[in-house]
């Protein structure tokens, strides 16, 4: 479960078989604080890398803009890729099951809320792929 901002628009996909997959990054962050012992914590802000799929990737990419703020739910997902330069790089990332957003808009229709919380389409399908591509 996060909640964050969204940094920037979606990146919106459609796949060869139809479904559409969206990515987006969100930046939480946790506030400056002082402890008990007077120690000063910083305010750290860590970005995460969600990943949508089929109806609510749509959804997204209808509602959700750069600086909204979400409520998330999903599980990591861990791979690694070689870079250009043959660099080995790994990506963590979280396909999210369920979306809230937070954020308060002029139209009420922009408020949406994922009605897929089972995690799987109107025709029963998961929202997760199970060829385990991200792309």
Request: net charge negative; hydrophobic share 30%.
């Given at each position: 479960?996060?909640?964050?901002?969204?940094?920037?628009?979606?990146?919106?996909?459609?796949?060869?078989?139809?479904?559409?997959?969206?990515?987006?990054?969100?930046?939480?962050?946790d506030r400056a604080?002082?402890?008990?012992?007077?120690?000063?914590?910083?305010?750290?802000?860590?970005?995460?890398?969600?990943v949508f799929w089929?109806?609510?990737?749509?959804?997204?990419?209808?509602?959700?803009?750069?600086?909204?703020?979400?409520?998330?739910?999903?599980?990591?997902?861990?791979?690694?890729?070689?870079?250009?330069?043959?660099?080995?790089?790994?990506?963590?990332?979280?396909?999210?099951?369920?979306?809230?957003?937070?954020?308060?808009?002029?139209?009420?229709?922009?408020?949406?809320?994922?009605?897929?919380?089972?995690?799987?389409?109107?025709?029963?399908?998961?929202?997760?792929?199970?060829?385990?591509?991200?792309?």
């Amino acid at each position: 479960m996060l909640i964050g901002n969204v940094g920037k628009d979606p990146d919106v996909r459609y796949r060869d078989n139809g479904y559409c997959v969206a990515s987006v990054t969100l930046a939480t962050t946790d506030r400056a604080r002082t402890l008990p012992n007077g120690t000063q914590v910083p305010e750290r802000t860590e970005w995460h890398n969600l990943v949508f799929w089929r109806g609510l990737a749509e959804t997204v990419e209808k509602y959700v803009h750069k600086g909204d703020k979400l409520y998330v739910e999903g599980s990591l997902r861990s791979h690694s890729y070689d870079d250009q330069n043959g660099i080995k790089r790994y990506v963590t990332e979280v396909y999210v099951d369920n979306m809230e957003m937070l954020s308060s808009r002029a139209n009420p229709k922009q408020n949406v809320q994922d009605q897929q919380t089972s995690g799987q389409d109107e025709a029963g399908v998961s929202q997760t792929p199970t060829d385990g591509m991200p792309f």
